[in-house]
């Protein structure tokens, strides 16, 4: 009989990218950049890879629904620096009074958010960003500064359905307005449809779809120095 095993991990990336410092000619010589890649995990019953594995230099974007899951996934494997807006936001709630409604300190939180991104891409090191999807802003600024460090950004996309989000939200005592999430869930109605099309956002090395079991046999995010492509 056959077993299923999870599989150890997979890596990521392509070939090692440039250093950040060389010249326009020189990356000119070494030929185009590979095209992005989709990894589609969903749907093994936990048979997916126990690690996924990052360059150096990239950046990595979790994204999904609000109570899919990302700050879970985050906190259990990521490894680097971790820059999730929920820890932003917990920082406040811890300060201010507990009926204070949170879209009246929102703006504060995400100053706070926005401004540690910053500080840690200043850093150079390896960054996992929670991102839940509206925002391409943020995608193209992070695409923009992992190629100025010679990386990729790579997008993990949490695929949760709608009902499992916002059970996951109540889990967690904190929601967000039916408004904002009928806007979350278009945001990421659409990146989900681009992802499986084979359509990795502009500026990503990679995309990777995860559901609730390939999500949980996780149990690495991390970088390492040696770049491969291909499964581990």
Request: glycine share 10%; aromatic share 4%; net charge positive.
């Amino acid at each position: 009989m056959t077993v299923n095993r999870p599989v150890p991990a997979y890596a990521t990336t392509h070939a090692p990218a440039l250093p950040a410092q060389r010249t326009g000619r020189t990356r000119a010589a070494a030929g185009p950049a590979p095209a992005p890649v989709v990894r589609d995990l969903r749907e093994r019953s936990g048979r997916g890879p126990r690690a996924l594995l990052f360059g150096p230099r990239d950046l990595v974007v979790v994204t999904g629904l609000p109570g899919g899951g990302k700050s879970t996934l985050m906190r259990r494997a990521a490894d680097g620096v971790r820059i999730d807006s929920q820890d932003a936001r917990d920082r406040f709630a811890a300060r201010l009074p507990r009926r204070l409604p949170y879209a009246l300190y929102r703006p504060l939180v995400r100053l706070a958010h926005y401004a540690a991104l910053r500080r840690a891409l200043r850093t150079g090191a390896p960054v996992v960003v929670h991102d839940c999807g509206t925002r391409t802003w943020v995608r193209s600024w992070l695409a923009r500064a992992a190629r100025r460090r010679g990386g990729a950004l790579h997008l993990l996309l949490l695929d949760v359905t709608p009902d499992a989000a916002l059970r996951g939200q109540r889990r967690r005592g904190r929601g967000v307005s039916r408004h904002a999430f009928a806007r979350h869930r278009r945001s990421a109605a659409r990146l989900l449809r681009a992802v499986e099309g084979g359509e990795v956002p502009a500026g990503c090395g990679s995309a990777v779809l995860l559901d609730r079991a390939a999500a949980a046999a996780l149990h690495r995010i991390g970088f390492t120095g040696e770049d491969a492509d291909g499964t581990r």
